[in-house]
């Protein structure tokens, strides 16, 4: 596959799994359609290699959001809040400037990408050593931060497992965000009695974002 620079219609650059699944979740959701944002499937070996990937994403990572007019956006959040403001019009899937839950949606949103999203790829990373071979010093101080940025931060904000969604009874992009993060934190291969979704409310939150109807647009992708 060779790549246009710049494209022609306003691209999404996304890995399988990677963390452009935060955005891409929200533009199947939304059902935005190809002619408004396409997104481009690339593998690992193309972001770190393909001469033309490199100059829309010079660090050779994604998500990446390319313009026709060679203006690139990358962060996972800032991408998501974008593609939000631009085609949740009737929001859906965030709320309005204006609305009492919009700070706390924002918090969750800077959260995940300031704190969240860090912790559990270098876990993801460190975990992809198979077990006998892990050095426990590398695991270790993760899985704590981990504990603290991740399961404390939901256990808090989900209320104990009163409040299904971050946001309350609804279903919103923060939980695409935060959903993202523990779908990946079940991939990592914890040490023994460190699962990485043992506790219950967080267990029970991986679920509920899962079965979200939108979620299986994203796995079908
Ligand atoms: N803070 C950035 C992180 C970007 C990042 O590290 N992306 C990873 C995937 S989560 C990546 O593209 N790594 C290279 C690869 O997967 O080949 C964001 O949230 O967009």
Same mark, same amino acid.
């Given at each position: 596959?060779?790549?246009?620079? =710049?494209?022609?219609?306003?691209?999404?650059?996304?890995? !399988? +799994?990677? /963390?452009?699944?935060?955005?891409? +979740? $929200?533009?199947?959701?939304?059902?935005?359609?190809?002619?408004?944002?396409?997104?481009? =499937?690339?593998?690992?070996?193309?972001?770190?290699?393909?001469?033309?990937?490199? &100059?829309?994403?010079?660090?050779?990572?994604?998500?990446?959001?390319?313009? =026709?007019?060679?203006?690139?956006?990358?962060?996972?959040?800032?991408?998501?809040?974008?593609? #939000?403001?631009?085609?949740?019009? @009737?929001?859906?899937?965030?709320?309005? =400037?204006?609305?009492?839950? %919009? $700070?706390?949606?924002?918090?969750?949103?800077?959260?995940?990408?300031? @704190?969240?999203?860090?912790?559990?790829?270098? #876990?993801?990373?460190?975990? %992809?050593?198979?077990?006998?071979?892990? *050095?426990?010093? *590398?695991?270790?101080?993760?899985?704590?931060?981990?504990?603290?940025?991740?399961?404390?931060? #939901?256990? %808090? @904000?989900? *209320?104990?497992?009163?409040?299904?969604?971050?946001?309350?009874?609804?279903?919103?992009?923060?939980?695409?965000?935060?959903?993202?993060?523990?779908?990946?934190?079940?991939? /990592? *291969?914890?040490? !023994?009695? &460190?699962?990485?979704?043992?506790? @219950?409310?967080?267990?029970?939150?991986?679920? %509920? /974002?899962?079965?979200? !109807?939108?979620?299986?647009?994203?796995?079908?992708?």
């Amino acid at each position: 596959m060779s790549f246009l620079h =710049p494209p022609i219609v306003p691209t999404l650059y996304h890995v !399988e +799994w990677g /963390c452009s699944s935060i955005p891409l +979740w $929200a533009l199947l959701a939304l059902e935005v359609p190809e002619t408004e944002v396409a997104v481009v =499937p690339v593998s690992h070996a193309q972001l770190a290699s393909d001469p033309t990937l490199a &100059e829309i994403s010079p660090r050779h990572v994604v998500p990446v959001l390319a313009y =026709p007019d060679g203006t690139t956006i990358v962060e996972s959040g800032a991408i998501l809040l974008h593609l #939000l403001e631009k085609f949740d019009t @009737e929001r859906k899937l965030h709320p309005a =400037p204006n609305s009492p839950l %919009r $700070a706390k949606f924002l918090q969750h949103l800077f959260y995940v990408a300031a @704190e969240a999203l860090s912790v559990v790829i270098g #876990l993801y990373y460190v975990t %992809r050593t198979p077990k006998e071979k892990r *050095d426990r010093a *590398d695991v270790e101080p993760l899985m704590k931060k981990y504990n603290t940025v991740v399961i404390e931060y #939901l256990e %808090r @904000e989900l *209320d104990h497992g009163k409040r299904p969604y971050l946001l309350g009874e609804e279903f919103t992009a923060a939980d695409m965000a935060f959903g993202y993060v523990v779908m990946t934190a079940a991939f /990592c *291969d914890g040490e !023994e009695g &460190e699962d990485t979704l043992v506790n @219950e409310v967080v267990k029970s939150y991986h679920i %509920r /974002c899962s079965q979200h !109807e939108s979620f299986d647009k994203l796995v079908k992708f």
